[in-house]
């Protein structure tokens, strides 16, 4: 997960989609309406090992989201 960078292109596309929905869905709120990120590390699935092997799953505090939204987007116009 770490080494290949996962932990951050997570966090952008979770920004990405938080955005995209906060112009197209009314009344979206983060903590309702966002269920966070799933990878499946198809080669790592191991049954052997037990249902959630090779599963990881993440839900960004909405703080986080915002950080990156403040970081990545500054002086961003709308």
Do not use: W
Not at 26 to 35: K, L
Request: charged share 15%.
């Amino acid at each position: 997960m770490l080494s290949g960078f996962y932990f951050l292109q997570y966090h952008i596309y979770c920004l990405a989609l938080h955005l995209y929905l906060q112009k197209r869905l009314p009344g979206y709120r983060y903590e309702s309406h966002f269920g966070g990120v799933f990878y499946v590390f198809l080669r790592g699935i191991k049954q052997n090992l037990g249902p959630d092997y090779g599963i990881f799953h993440d839900l960004p505090d909405l703080s986080t989201i915002k950080t990156l939204h403040a970081k990545f987007l500054a002086g961003e116009t709308t």
